[in-house]
């Protein structure tokens, strides 16, 4: 059974840091490529942090590039999410995705989400 767990969500003040986490486990971790997602309240959800497999190449949302860093860490099953200089906008349930290779297909599979909440 495919899980991923996140933790490290919580309050922070703006311009704040906060580190999350995302366990995962039952499946390929080391052939998965491992997002972070957030969505806000009345928000459709935003692609935030992207980690390939193999060479760990990196993507950003525009509007947290130089702000966030996504690592990971192929031995652990696990993918941080750094997240420093934190503004109101950041507000969201983050959520951490794993895309998985099966067969000439691909496997989707979601977390339950961390709220994160910047104070003003």
């Known amino acids: 059974q495919v899980q991923l767990v996140e933790s490290g969500g919580g309050l922070v003040q703006s311009g704040g840091s906060l580190r999350l986490s995302c366990l995962a486990s039952?499946?390929?971790?080391?052939?998965?490529?491992m997002s972070w997602y957030r969505q806000a309240s009345g928000k459709e959800r935003e692609l935030v942090a992207r980690i390939s497999s193999g060479f760990h190449n990196t993507m950003y949302g525009e509007s947290v590039k130089g702000r966030f860093t996504i690592s990971r860490d192929d031995a652990k099953h696990t993918v941080d999410l750094q997240m420093d200089s934190l503004n109101s906008e950041d507000t969201a349930m983050y959520y951490c995705n794993a895309v998985t290779p099966r067969s000439g297909d691909y496997n989707s599979y979601w977390g339950q989400g961390t709220q994160v909440t910047v104070s003003s």
């Open positions: 039952g499946l390929p971790f080391d052939a998965s490529v």
